[in-house]
């Protein structure tokens, strides 16, 4: 592993601790082979002055849920390190009032909850304190000849702790272990199957010794040959059956998940492996990964509804087996899945959720079969496990199941995106927790949408190939698809039957209609695996109250609602449910320029203002509206009507 210190960068922040604290944090946290999303921690003591002018010893320690690769000073919570050195040398203390002790001795109360591991940082007698869950040094420590191995690597340059439980008996161990420790012999502590310390006066000597520890776990992982031992296999496609595995685990969560497949080389291999069903189900590479993948994956074969209700029984006899009564079982749905001839899939509500599962399961199928090379890649125990998993301090890195919006967790798919009300819906519905691709003819949309949970897709609807593909790349990206808004559509020119020019039929009808047969028809099969799949198409207040002049647009629009009254009867018997919306005019959309408006409004004899809100309730329908409607229509208000057609028009009395 190389050293990333930089003597340029680092001599700017070389007259302030924490500065030069948070510039080697962020160099451990650019390096996934040492922590991953939010994992290591990091501090630095320092001498301040308080408001009275006393000078207070503080611990600037790496607060809870912050990432070090990304972590500010104020990510770091100041805490009396008087304080925190005395409460280790209680005889008792419960985690909880720990964490309120640690809380109550910070110096800010707006800063962040002090690591679970502040204890432990402020008992080492040195200004540095990095710790890392380094992949190389855990895997050793994973191995059935763990202990031995790193004395043979290390001597006796490092302390080796046996596993405790991080937090408040950790912190005493190690003060018990090193009472008589020569604290200037050792360059670091290792903590069996969970990580690495290092730590010095000077932030770069601690830095340089990580990598220098971590460096001679690699090397000797090198020599041993053990990183020959990652298997590589190439992947099949089967999309359905992963949206199948999604619905599954949906079901199994009680909540909407995002599936996200690793079809990669690795990962292929390692689910190919003979002996996965063993091997995958030891224990993650840091007990840190607990509370995101669980002690165990699910392993698909045939049957993968079967699959996932015989996992949700494990789980729960591992819960059954292991609580002290006092805890109440979480969801008993996979975070993770092994999946041969696929690779592997990371579960959970949001992409952010599964890139951080993906991540983690990456480095830990390479971990497990460099433990296998190394003699047996062996875990902690499964009480030790549960201990962790279900510690509430632990628990607390995640964010609480009630803040999530309605629609967390679901995949839509909104055709003309780039404008108007589809941008409104697109919009909306990543607003209300909704993964959302987004299709649009203008290559714009590619920029416009290009977050990890809402995707732009250049793509003409016409064009069935690339409609085909982009539905499949929706489903390979997340998993599935439960929300479809076919809105892409042209109002084309005002024309009077006799007058019809056949391109201009033509085209309405090739865009306004036949796409969005097209596009249900290569939806539907994905639909049937949604979460409460439901499809809202927009058409148009024209159907119910054609005009002159607009054959072309009004006949197409007619023609789509038609296909979605038809489609809500063939598919009820699936749960997809099909509704139309009918908005008038929506004047904040491309379809409408000044111009159009004002010389509608002089056609009629009014001002633009009265010609907006022309309706029964005198008010203006903007994308936004329609959205607002659309967002509904899509969730559970609406999950007992098919067939609908809602009129959003302010009122229209033709309609009425
Ligand atoms: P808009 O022009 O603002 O947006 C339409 C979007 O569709 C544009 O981004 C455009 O690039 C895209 N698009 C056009 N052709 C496409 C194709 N072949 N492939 C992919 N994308 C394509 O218009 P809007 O008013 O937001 O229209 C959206 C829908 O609402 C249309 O179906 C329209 O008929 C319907 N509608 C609009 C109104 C209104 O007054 N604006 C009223 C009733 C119904």
Same mark, same amino acid.
């Not at 018990?176 to 069996?192: A, P, Q, S, Y």
């Not at 010095?200 to 990580?210: C, G, I, N, V």
């Not at 909104?414 to 589809?422: E, L, P």
């Not at 023609?559 to 598919?571: H, K, M, V």
């Given at each position: 592993?190389?050293?990333?210190?930089?003597?340029?960068?680092?001599?700017?922040?070389?007259?302030?601790?924490?500065q030069?604290?948070?510039?080697?944090?962020?160099?451990?946290?650019?390096?996934?082979?040492?922590?991953?999303?939010?994992?290591?921690?990091?501090?630095v003591?320092?001498?301040?002055?308080?408001? +009275?002018?006393?000078?207070?010893?503080?611990? +600037?320690?790496?607060?809870?849920?912050?990432?070090?690769?990304?972590?500010?000073?104020?990510?770091?919570?100041?805490?009396?390190?008087?304080?925190?050195?005395?409460?280790?040398?209680?005889?008792?203390?419960s985690?909880?009032q720990?964490?309120?002790?640690?809380?109550?001795?910070m110096?800010?109360?707006?800063?962040?909850?002090?690591?679970?591991?502040?204890?432990l940082?402020?008992?080492?007698?040195?200004?540095?304190?990095?710790?890392?869950?380094?992949?190389?040094?855990?895997?050793?420590?994973?191995?059935?000849?763990?202990?031995?191995?790193?004395?043979e690597?290390?001597?006796?340059?490092?302390?080796?702790?046996?596993?405790?439980?991080?937090?408040?008996?950790?912190?005493?161990?190690?003060?018990?272990?090193?009472?008589?420790?020569?604290?200037?012999?050792?360059?670091?502590?290792?903590?069996?199957?969970?990580?690495?310390?290092? +730590?010095?006066?000077?932030?770069?000597?601690?830095?340089?010794?990580?990598?220098?520890?971590?460096?001679?776990?690699?090397?000797?992982?090198?020599?041993?040959?053990?990183?020959?031992?990652?298997a590589?296999?190439?992947?099949?496609?089967?999309?359905?059956?992963?949206?199948s595995?999604?619905?599954?685990?949906?079901?199994?969560?009680?909540?909407?998940?995002i599936a996200?497949?690793?079809?990669?080389?690795?990962?292929?291999?390692?689910?190919?492996?003979d002996?996965?069903?063993?091997?995958?189900v030891?224990?993650?590479?840091?007990?840190?990964?607990?509370?995101?993948?669980?002690?165990?994956?699910?392993?698909?074969?045939?049957?993968?509804?079967?699959?996932?209700?015989?996992?949700?029984?494990a789980?729960?006899?591992?819960?059954?087996?292991?609580?002290?009564?006092?805890?109440?079982?979480?969801?008993?749905?996979?975070?993770?899945?092994?999946?041969?001839?696929?690779?592997?899939?990371?579960?959970?509500?949001?992409v952010?959720?599964?890139?951080?599962?993906?991540?983690?399961?990456?480095?830990?199928?390479?971990?497990?079969q460099?433990?296998?090379?190394?003699?047996?890649?062996?875990?902690?125990?499964e009480?030790?496990?549960f201990?962790?998993?279900?510690?509430?301090?632990?628990?607390?890195?995640?964010?609480?199941?009630?803040i999530?919006?309605?629609?967390?967790?679901?995949i839509?798919?909104?055709?003309?995106a780039?404008?108007?009300?589809?941008?409104?819906?697109a919009?909306?519905?990543?607003?209300?927790?909704?993964?959302?691709?987004?299709?649009?003819?203008?290559?714009?949309?590619?920029?416009?949408?290009?977050?990890?949970?809402?995707l732009?897709?250049?793509c003409?609807?016409?064009?069935?190939?690339?409609v085909?593909?982009?539905?499949?790349?929706?489903?390979?990206?997340?998993?599935?698809?439960?929300?479809?808004?076919?809105?892409?559509?042209?109002?084309?020119?005002?024309?009077k039957?006799e007058d019809?020019?056949?391109?201009?039929?033509?085209?309405?009808?090739?865009?306004?209609?036949?796409?969005?047969?097209?596009?249900?028809?290569?939806?539907?099969?994905?639909l049937?695996?949604?979460?409460?799949?439901?499809?809202?198409?927009?058409?148009?207040?024209?159907?119910?109250?054609?005009g002159?002049?607009?054959?072309?647009?009004?006949?197409?629009?007619?023609?789509?609602?038609?296909?979605?009254?038809?489609?809500?009867?063939?598919?009820?018997?699936?749960?997809?449910?099909?509704?139309?919306?009918?908005?008038?005019?929506?004047?904040d959309?491309?379809?409408?320029?000044?111009?159009?408006?004002?010389?509608?409004?002089?056609?009629?004899?009014?001002?633009?203002?009265?010609?907006?809100?022309?309706?029964?309730?005198?008010?203006?329908?903007?994308?936004?509206d329609?959205?607002?409607?659309?967002c509904?229509?899509?969730?559970?208000? +609406?999950?007992?009507?098919?067939?609908?057609?809602?009129?959003?028009?302010?009122?229209?009395?033709?309609?009425?």
């Amino acid at each position: 592993m190389k050293s990333l210190w930089n003597d340029i960068e680092a001599q700017a922040f070389e007259s302030d601790p924490l500065q030069l604290r948070v510039y080697t944090s962020r160099l451990l946290g650019k390096e996934p082979g040492l922590v991953l999303h939010g994992g290591g921690n990091t501090s630095v003591k320092d001498a301040v002055k308080n408001i +009275f002018g006393d000078i207070e010893e503080i611990l +600037f320690v790496k607060g809870s849920g912050h990432d070090l690769a990304t972590i500010q000073a104020d990510g770091f919570a100041p805490v009396r390190l008087k304080a925190l050195t005395r409460l280790a040398t209680l005889e008792r203390l419960s985690d909880t009032q720990m964490a309120r002790l640690q809380r109550s001795a910070m110096t800010d109360p707006e800063a962040p909850d002090p690591s679970i591991e502040a204890m432990l940082h402020a008992n080492i007698p040195y200004k540095y304190v990095d710790h890392t869950h380094a992949d190389a040094v855990v895997t050793i420590t994973n191995s059935r000849r763990g202990q031995g191995l790193l004395q043979e690597i290390y001597q006796d340059r490092v302390l080796i702790v046996p596993y405790i439980k991080p937090g408040f008996k950790l912190a005493q161990e190690i003060i018990k272990m090193t009472h008589d420790t020569k604290w200037e012999k050792i360059e670091g502590m290792i903590l069996l199957h969970h990580g690495v310390f290092t +730590f010095a006066d000077d932030a770069r000597t601690s830095y340089e010794r990580m990598i220098k520890l971590v460096s001679e776990a690699e090397d000797y992982l090198q020599k041993q040959g053990a990183q020959e031992h990652v298997a590589g296999a190439q992947a099949q496609e089967d999309l359905l059956t992963l949206s199948s595995i999604r619905r599954y685990v949906s079901r199994a969560k009680g909540s909407a998940m995002i599936a996200r497949l690793d079809h990669s080389p690795e990962a292929c291999g390692f689910a190919n492996l003979d002996n996965v069903k063993s091997i995958a189900v030891r224990g993650p590479v840091t007990s840190d990964h607990l509370i995101r993948t669980k002690p165990f994956p699910v392993i698909f074969g045939k049957d993968v509804q079967q699959d996932i209700t015989d996992y949700t029984r494990a789980y729960q006899a591992y819960f059954d087996k292991n609580t002290d009564g006092r805890r109440t079982c979480l969801d008993p749905a996979p975070r993770w899945g092994v999946w041969p001839q696929h690779g592997t899939i990371a579960l959970g509500r949001s992409v952010r959720e599964t890139i951080i599962v993906s991540d983690i399961v990456r480095h830990t199928i390479c971990a497990i079969q460099h433990g296998e090379a190394l003699g047996g890649w062996k875990f902690l125990s499964e009480k030790q496990m549960f201990d962790m998993e279900y510690w509430e301090l632990q628990q607390a890195k995640l964010p609480p199941n009630d803040i999530f919006p309605e629609l967390q967790g679901k995949i839509a798919l909104v055709t003309g995106a780039g404008s108007g009300i589809g941008l409104a819906c697109a919009t909306m519905l990543h607003e209300q927790g909704a993964v959302v691709v987004g299709l649009d003819i203008n290559p714009e949309i590619s920029k416009m949408f290009n977050q990890e949970d809402l995707l732009g897709i250049t793509c003409d609807v016409t064009d069935n190939r690339a409609v085909k593909a982009a539905v499949e790349d929706t489903v390979r990206r997340f998993g599935g698809l439960d929300i479809l808004i076919p809105n892409a559509g042209i109002f084309t020119a005002t024309q009077k039957i006799e007058d019809l020019e056949e391109e201009i039929w033509n085209r309405s009808m090739e865009i306004n209609l036949s796409s969005n047969q097209r596009l249900l028809k290569t939806c539907i099969p994905y639909l049937r695996q949604g979460i409460d799949a439901a499809v809202v198409f927009i058409s148009s207040k024209n159907v119910p109250a054609p005009g002159p002049g607009a054959a072309a647009y009004s006949v197409a629009k007619a023609g789509q609602t038609q296909l979605a009254r038809i489609a809500a009867l063939e598919l009820g018997c699936d749960g997809i449910r099909v509704n139309v919306v009918h908005p008038n005019a929506v004047y904040d959309t491309a379809l409408w320029t000044p111009e159009v408006l004002e010389s509608r409004a002089c056609h009629y004899g009014c001002t633009v203002e009265e010609y907006k809100t022309n309706n029964c309730l005198k008010t203006e329908v903007t994308s936004k509206d329609v959205a607002a409607l659309v967002c509904a229509m899509v969730g559970p208000a +609406f999950a007992k009507t098919t067939g609908a057609q809602i009129p959003i028009d302010g009122g229209n009395e033709r309609v009425i």
